[in-house]
C-alpha cells in the first residue's frame, strides 16, 4: 500500500485520482527486487524486496519524471528521467537512498521522448521512450558510452494494430488509430527479444502488446523483415523454454468463500480496515459505509479492471443492514462515473441509477455542467437483490439492470457512455461501494457471488477454415480475391450481388502448421510470392510449400482476416475500388478497415 498522507486514504475531502503510482520501474538485481515510481507531490518512491510478494522496504528520493535504472555491470546505478531534451542520466549510491553528488551528466537526443528504458546489451547502452501527443511513435537511442554520443533510430511508427482512435461504430477513413508506445524490452533463455508495449483502447484503458523485435543495424526494431517499424498481430510465441496449459491471466469471479480477497481487487484510494471484512460474516465482503458526498469521494470502494472487449458484470446484495443515509451497489469509477444502486432514506428505499455525465472531468477536465437526476426505479427494492453492468468496449457503452432473483434482470437508466479520460488516467472500473451522507453511523452492506461473463472472450475472433474451401472478399470494396488462369496471378474481380461467387474466387485452405496455411486454387495451383511482392499461381508438384506459398493467418478483433507473406512480412492487398493484381505490400491493418488487406471469408464447401 502507499499511503503518504489523508489524500491516499481519501480524507479531509482531499484524492489522489490521477496521480500515485506513475511509470513503475521494476528491476532485479543481485538477488533483490526492486520497483522505482515517481509519485506526483511525493517524489521518488523506492521499494525493495527479496520476495516478489513482499514485505517490501520504502525509501523516498526527489522526484524524478518518468524515470527508468540500470544497474550496470561496473557496479554503478544510474537513472535517467524527463520528458524533455537533453535529458538528465545521474548515479544513485550504491544503497540506492541518495544520489551520487555531481553524477549528473546530461543526454543529448534529439528526437527522444518520455517513458524512459535504459538497457545495456552486448556493451552498448540503449535508451528507448515514447514521442508525446498524437502519434506517440517510438524512438531508441544507441551508445558506446553512457555519456554519448547518442545516435536515435524510430522504433516503432504509426502502428496501431487495426486499433481505432474512437469506438469501431464510429471508425473513420482518415482515422490513424490509437499507436503502440512506451514499451520495454524483454529477452528470452533462447536469445530472443521481444517488446511489451502498450496502446490506448478507449474506454477500457490502456492494453498491453508482445510484439517481436529485429535487431538492424545494432539497433532493436519493432516488427519483422521486411516489414520493420511495424508489428504483427499475430505471430508464433516467443521461445521461452517451458510450456505450460493455458489458463487465464487473471480470475475475476469471487464468491468470498476463501477467507481473503481475490487479488485482482483493487481498492480506490487506502482503506479503512475497521469498516470492511470478509471474516465478520464468512462467505460475503461487508462494506460498512462512511461518511462521502457522492460515490467520487466514498472511501472503501473496491473495484477490478474489466475484461474487454465486453464484458457483464452482476454481484448480489443483502441490504437489511443499511440505515438511513445510506447508499450502496454497483458503480463503473471513471470520470464521470455512474452506478446503480439502492439509496435508503429515513421515509423510503429506492432503487436508483445515476449517470453523473455533465458534472466535469472527461478527457482533458470538461468544465461542470448540471448533472443528470438520478433514474428512480417505480419498483421498491427488496432487502436481497442482484445488481448488474454490461459494458461494451467496441461501443463504449454500459447498461445498468437489476434483479430481485438473479435471473430476469431489468434495465435502469438510459446507456452511459464510457471514456478515457485524464482525471483518473485509466479505463473504467467496476467498483463495489457503500457511503453515508447522513452524518451519523452508518450501517453495513454484504456483497456476495461477484461474477463476470464474457460474451466474447475472443473478440470476434474466427477459427482458422484449415480445410474448408472458402472465398476471400476485400473489406475495402468486397471484391473477390480470384485466381486468373489466363495470366497465372493472384487478382480480385468485382462482387455481383445477384449471383454466387464464381469458381475462380474459391481457395481451398491447407495447414501448415502454427497458424500458416496456403490457398489453393480451384485448378489445384497454390498461391506463391513472386519478385518481392507479386503473387502467382504455382504448381509445386508434390513439393512442400516453402515461404513463399506460406501465410499467416491473422484474425483481428472485428472478424477480419489478413494473410501474411512468410517472405517479407507483409500482407496480401487489393487496391481499394479497382480490381487487377494483388499484392504482398500492405504493411498492417488500418483502423476504418477501407485500405485493401483484410478481408471476410466465407466457407462455400
Partial sequence: RLDLGPAYRLEDGRGIYGRGIWAPCIRYHNGMFYIFSNVNGAGLQVFRSKSIYGPWERNQLPGRHDLSVLFDDDGKVYIISSARNPYPIEELAPDLKSFVPNSRRMMDAPGMGEGHHLYKINGKYYDISAIPG????????????????????????????????????????????????????????????????????????????????????????????????????????????????????????????????????????????????????????????????????????????????????????????????????????????????????????????????????????????????????????????????????????????????????????????????LATFQGVRPSLFHYHTSGRPGGYVDFDNYTVEEPRARGIEREIPLGKTITLASGADDSFLAADTQNNALVNVAADPNKPAPQKAKFRVIDLGLGRVALKAANGKVLSVADAESVVLKDLAGARCGNAESFQWVNLMRGDTMLMSLTNHRYLATTPNKTGPVTVTATGPQPARKSGEEFKWKAVE
Fill in 134 to 421: 498524437a502519434t506517440t511513435d517510438q524512438m531508441v537511442a544507441r551508445a558506446d558510452s553512457i555519456d554519448g554520443p547518442w545516435r536515435v533510430e524510430r522504433m516503432v511508427q504509426g502502428e496501431s494494430l487495426g486499433v481505432t482512435t474512437v469506438a469501431p461504430a464510429r471508425a473513420t477513413p482518415g482515422d490513424r488509430g490509437l499507436t503502440l508506445h512506451q514499451g520495454g524490452m524483454v529477452d528470452t533463455p533462447s536469445g530472443e527479444r521481444w517488446s511489451v508495449i502498450m496502446s490506448d483502447h478507449g474506454s477500457a484503458g490502456r492494453m498491453v502488446a508482445l510484439v517481436p523485435i529485429t535487431w538492424d543495424d545494432d539497433f532493436p526494431i519493432i516488427g519483422l523483415p521486411g516489414n520493420l517499424r511495424k508489428a504483427p498481430n499475430t505471430w508464433i510465441k516467443p521461445n521461452t523454454g517451458c510450456t505450460q496449459d493455458p489458463k487465464p491471466a487473471f480470475i475475476h469471479d469471487d464468491n468470498f468463500d476463501s477467507g481473503k480477497l481475490n487479488p485482482h481487487w483493487q481498492w480506490n484510494h487506502v482503506p479503512d480496515d475497521a469498516k470492511w471484512s470478509i471474516t465478520e460474516k464468512p462467505g460475503v465482503l461487508r462494506l460498512h459505509s462512511l461518511p462521502a458526498n457522492d460515490f467520487y469521494s466514498a472511501r472503501n470502494s473496491i473495484c477490478q479492471r474489466p475484461p474487454g472487449p465486453e464484458s457483464i458484470m452482476t454481484v448480489e446484495l443483502d441490504t437489511s443492514g443499511m440505515v438511513a443515509g445510506d447508499t450502496a451497489g454497483l458503480a463503473l469509477l471513471s470520470s464521470p462515473y455512474a452506478w446503480i444502486g439502492v439509496v435508503k432514506s429515513a421515509e423510503s428505499t429506492t432503487l436508483q441509477m445515476l449517470d453523473n455525465t455533465g458534472s466535469g472531468g472527461g478527457r482533458r477536465g470538461a468544465p461542470a455542467g448540471p448533472a443528470k437526476p438520478p433514474t428512480i426505479s417505480p419498483v421498491n427494492p427488496p432487502k436481497h437483490l442482484w445488481l448488474r453492468v454490461a459494458c461494451n468496449f467496441d461501443t463504449d457503452r454500459a447498461i445498468f439492470r437489476w434483479s430481485a432473483d438473479g435471473k430476469g434482470f431489468t434495465s435502469l437508466g438510459d446507456p452511459f457512455t464510457m471514456t478515457f479520460q
